[in-house]
């Protein structure tokens, strides 16, 4: 498996995430959802961008070449900014999740 399809997966679980949490506080998709969420991930892009390519190149953290699509900003690769787009997409609907207050059952099958 390739860093590229872990991580879309990922953010595909991510999105999923957001749009149940979306669906069930019966929230709407404004502006004062998309501009904090905007705001934040041009910040922490441009914190990773600078970040990320330190610790590559400080050799704090490798990766397998054989499993990197190609596309590189500086030394990091592309993959590396899929963690951002998540953490943006992620968090902030756990957030409102928590806040909200919800009762969510899970219910599990009878053995």
Not at 39 to 56: E, G, M, Q, R, T
Not at 67 to 83: H, N, Q, R, T, W
């Amino acid at each position: 498996m390739t860093y590229l399809t872990l991580n879309i997966l990922f953010l595909g679980l991510s999105l999923w995430f957001m749009f149940w949490v979306r669906s069930l506080l019966k929230s709407g998709w404004n502006r004062a959802f998309w501009i904090p969420r905007g705001i934040a991930f041009v910040v922490l892009l441009a914190f990773s961008a600078v970040f990320d390519n330190v610790i590559i190149l400080l050799g704090l953290v490798a990766y397998d070449t054989s499993k990197l699509s190609g596309i590189f900003i500086g030394v990091a690769p592309i993959e590396d900014f899929f963690y951002t787009l998540a953490a943006v997409v992620l968090l902030p609907s756990l957030w409102q999740l928590m806040a909200s207050g919800a009762k969510i059952k899970f219910r599990f099958p009878r053995q």
